[in-house]
Structure formats: structure tokens, C-alpha cells
């Protein structure tokens, strides 16, 4: 399915209220919300488990329902790093916040070129206002990009 729009340019109110009552009729367990006071353990326990991996975090923001990283590492492994990166940080708010908090999977960009780069640090920063976010030393310095 296609949905028009982006978080740019979304769609009017209400063009997809049906359709998410029907998603929300038919999951099988409640949506979950990282709380605001939640975000920064999120994050925190995110941050430490990249250090453990021994990958460099540019930017992290946590929200309600998202985290978005910018990252420096190779694509092998990445999916298995993210899943104990998910593991650790869910075990640190499980006390406050019990069940699953993860989905499966993630959405994983491969950083094409400079611009693009500088839109993926620009995403991430944009979330500031609703979000627990962490900047880097260095965030716009990208060593792999020409």
C-alpha cells in the first residue's frame, strides 16, 4: 500500500483515521509509548551498547514510538548489533515499562553522499522538540563520504 505524504509534507487530518482504526482493531497487543522521563534511559542504554560494539553515534534521538540513529559502521552484522542494542535498552526501562517495546526489524539507510548525510543529522536534530536527543563530538564530520 501506498500512503501519500511524508513528515514534510503529510497528508490532511483525518485522510487515514479508517485505516489506522482497522490497524489498531486488529494488533494483537497495546500500542506502546516511551514516556518522555523513559527517552533518556533509552537512549542512554542505546548509547552505551554502540560503545560496547565499538560503533561511533553522530546523532540519537529517542521518541514516543521511534529511535533514530546516525551511524558509522559496516553493513555485516548490522541487523544482529541492532537487535542486542534493542535487547539491552528494553531491559533497562522493563521495571517502568513491562512487555515488548521493540517491533521487529528496523529501517536501515545507507547514507549515499554528503547531502544526504547532512538530511539524515537534520531528521535526527529536528526531533529535539519531542524528543530525547543526543549530539555527538563531531556530528556533521562523516569520515567515509568524499
Known amino acids: 500500500m501506498h500512503v501519500e505524504g511524508d513528515y514534510r509534507n503529510p497528508p ?3 485522510t487515514y483515521d479508517n485505516l489506522k ?32 560494539e565499538d560503533v561511533y ?3 540519537l534521538s529517542v521518541g514516543g514510538q521511534h529511535v533514530h540513529v546516525a551511524i ?7 541487523k544482529q548489533m ?14 517502568q515499562l513491562p512487555g515488548k517495546v521493540w517491533s521487529h526489524g528496523c529501517n536501515i539507510v545507507t547514507v549515499r553522499d554528503e547531502q544526504h548525510w547532512r538530511n539524515v543529522l537534520n531528521y535526527i536534530a529536528d526531533h529535539a522538540r519531542n524528543s530525547w536527543v543526543w549530539l555527538g563530538q563531531d556530528p556533521d564530520h562523516h569520515p567515509h563520504l568524499p
Not at 24 to 31: A, F, V
Not at 72 to 78: F, I, N, R, W
Open 57 to 59: 553515534v553522530y546523532k
Open 12 to 14: 490532511p487530518k483525518g
Open 72 to 78: 558509522d559502521c559496516l553493513p555485516d552484522g548490522l
Open 21 to 52: 482504526a482497522y490497524v489498531q482493531s486488529h494488533m494483537n497487543k497495546e500500542e506502546v509509548i516511551i514516556p518522555p522521563d523513559l527517552r533518556p534511559a533509552v537512549g542512554n542504554a542505546c548509547l552505551e551498547q554502540f560503545g560496547i
Open 82 to 95: 541492532i537487535g542486542r542494542i534493542k535487547k539491552v535498552s528494553s531491559h533497562r526501562v522493563r521495571d
